[in-house]
Every structure is written in C-alpha cells, then in structure tokens.
T-cell receptor, first 114, second 114 residues
Framework: DSGVTQTPKHLITATGQRVTLRCSPR?????VYWYQQSLDQGLQFLIQ???????AKGNILERFSAQQFPDLHSELNLSSLELGDSALYFC?????????????FGPGTRLTVL | GENVEQHPSTLSVQEGDSAVIKCTYS??????FPWYKQELGKGPQLIID?????GEKKDQRIAVTLNKTAKHFSLHITETQPEDSAVYFC?????????????FGKGTKLSVKP
C-alpha cells in the first residue's frame, strides 16, 4: 500500500458526460501528479500540482482540468467524454518538487466511456 | 521530447531463472532512474531506484545497474518466483515542463512459469 488513495475505483459513463476523479496523496506529500494509462500509450503525464499550485502541464486535453485543494487532495475533471478517454487514470504523490523525488502511485481509477 | 526505450516488451522465464530488462534514455541530464512493478488491476509500485552517483544498487533478489556514458540502465531479478509475474516499467528523470519529472518506458510483461 503506497499511502495514496484514489476514488472511485471504477467509473462507467456515457459519451458527452463529465466525471470527477479524486486523489489523496501520502501524508506529508505536497506534490500530486496525474497520469493516463492506455494500452497503446503507456503512462502519459497529464499534470502536476504542488501545494495547491499548478507546477507542470503535459499533454492534457482542454476538456480535462485539475485542481489541488488546501488539504492537498486533488481532483481531475474530465468533460465531454469520448470513447477514446477510456483508460486507467493514476495519481501519484511525492514530498516536494525535486526532479529526483520518488513518486508513489495510487491504485488508479478505471474509466470506461460507452 | 525526451524518450525512454524499454526491451523486451515481453519476457517469459522458468521459475528460478534470472530475468533482465533493459532501458535506454535520451536526456543526458537524467540523474534518477526508478523501476516500477505493476500487477494486474493495481497501480505501479516502486521496487528499486538508482541515482546517477552510483553504478549499481541491490535489494535482495533485485538489482539495477546504470551506465551513464552509454545512457542505459537495467533491472536484474534473480531466482525468479511466480509472484514476480507483472509488468515492469523503467523511468528516467527529465527537466520538468510538459513531460513532467519522469518519462516511462512502455513496459515489460514478465511471466514466470512454475
């Protein structure tokens, strides 16, 4: 158990809908990262927050957004969902912003868009 | 952008044999190289990491070697057991920005046959 929690574990929804994925980092960690994992793309970095502020942005679609709250939990919002958004979404946390900080992953949310 | 290549994509070994997974990276500034194990339905779990000031690190049956000149690093698992069966990902640190802090290889599916 990494100490990172994610809810829900599974999510099934229809095209055009909006969903919210939630992540709580390990105790004491200030950075949260979001990744998308699909079969053909591997682990793709979406976005990083550090202590409530956006730190780095990857290939995140404009339909997707995220935020980190004062209690350090983070939410990833996915809107106008398409079939191709079906994937595993992981969040990870690390103590700070150092490039060599170890990232600990949560168990993921499996999103299925029908 | 920077890149990490991982080989092989699949690896099948007999219980008790050794397994070796190799990765090459492109960013000469990379100085942190973690390895993650992902079991079916779970998030990636850190199993070992190495930083560029050392060439080799061991933890029981797992070892990682790093050759910064050649820009490659390898994971070695000795005396493999069926519970080692999983997908293994290598990663290399990059300088933040749109790629985040880590770039991941595409993964190696290891099967250990009893």
């Amino acid at each position: 158990d990494s100490g990172v929690t994610q809810t829900p574990k599974h999510l099934i929804t229809a095209t055009g809908q909006r969903v919210t994925l939630r992540c709580s980092p390990r105790s004491g960690d200030l950075s949260v990262y979001w990744y998308q994992q699909s079969l053909d793309q591997g682990l793709q970095f979406l976005i990083q927050y550090y202590n409530g502020e956006e730190r780095a942005k990857g290939n995140i679609l404009e339909r997707f957004s995220a935020q980190q709250f004062p209690d350090l939990h983070s939410e990833l919002n996915l809107s106008s969902l398409e079939l191709g958004d079906s994937a595993l979404y992981f969040c990870a946390s690390s103590p700070g912003v150092g490039l060599t900080d170890t990232q600990y992953f949560g168990p993921g949310t499996r999103l299925t868009v029908l | 952008g920077e890149n990490v290549e991982q080989h092989p994509s699949t690896l099948s070994v007999q219980e008790g044999d050794s397994a070796v997974i190799k990765c090459t990276y492109s960013d000469s500034a990379s100085n942190y190289f973690p390895w993650y194990k992902q079991e079916l339905g779970k998030g990636p779990q850190l199993i070992i990491d190495i930083r560029s000031n050392v060439g080799e690190k061991k933890d029981q049956r797992i070892a990682v070697t790093l050759n910064k000149t050649a820009k490659h690093f390898s994971l070695h698992i000795t005396e493999t057991q069926p519970e080692d069966s999983a997908v293994y990902f290598c990663a290399a640190s990059v300088n933040g920005g749109s790629q985040g802090n880590l770039i991941f290889g595409k993964g190696t599916k290891l099967s250990v046959k009893p």
